[in-house]
């Protein structure tokens, strides 16, 4: 008998209740992953993301963020992606030497491994904040991208905590939920970009290389979406 399965599980389970009650708990959410995208997951989203000459190109040249030159992006100008992404990173009190770094040898660690470390840029690319709405926007963004079923368990986990534990922020929620999604799909793929080759490239420019049109697609989202409507029962909830 194995008792390395039922204790895993214990773990596994004892984590997406963590995580269910307090959806900020990273290294939690990380270690989900091994769960939520298991071996064959990760193959299938290896052929899906080999369908596209783009990212079919990523796999074969397995492009990294590697460790960040802390200096050299600090002392880039205002405005440019680097200086975005290293003022993102101290304003969330994020710790650069943190990041996930992981060895990437085959097509599937590498998406794992490019995922994980592109995070925070994605999150500069499609101005999300990082309180849990900007992290569903990020996650339904990256689901439109790429398709894991990790970015779809934290939307679930992430819905789950809205109806139990923070229903009166819904609306903020579920808003940043559907802008990632149409981001996502309206941009072209993302995965695989050499981001070391960007840092200094203008933020904007950046975003129109990708097709990341955010002041059309927040035009677009009340269209789609019709006005909050302002009655006692939604205030009062």
Known sequence: MNLNSPLTLARDVWRAARVLRNPNRLQDIIDLARVLVPPTAMRRIVERLSQSPTCARALTERPRVGRLPLATLR???????????????????????????????????????????????????????????????????????????????????????????????????????????????????????PWRELWACPLEEVRQRYGLDLLAVDALLPVLMGPVKDDPARRAA
């Open 75 to 193: 002392a880039l100008p205002e405005g440019t992606l680097g200086r975005a992404f290293i003022d993102h990173l101290e304003r969330n009190g994020l710790d650069p030497d943190a990041l996930p770094q992981r060895e990437a040898h085959t097509p599937e660690d590498y998406v794992r491994a490019h995922l994980l470390e592109s995070h925070d840029i994605w999150h500069v690319l499609t101005g999300f904040d990082t309180d849990v709405a900007g992290e569903l926007g990020v996650q339904a963004f990256s689901l439109a991208q790429v398709g894991t079923p990790f970015a779809l368990g934290i939307l679930t986990g992430g819905l789950a905590n809205t109806l139990l534990y923070a229903f009166h922020e819904r609306d903020a929620r579920v808003q940043a939920l559907a802008r990632g999604w149409v981001l996502g799909r309206r941009a072209r793929p993302v995965f695989g970009a």
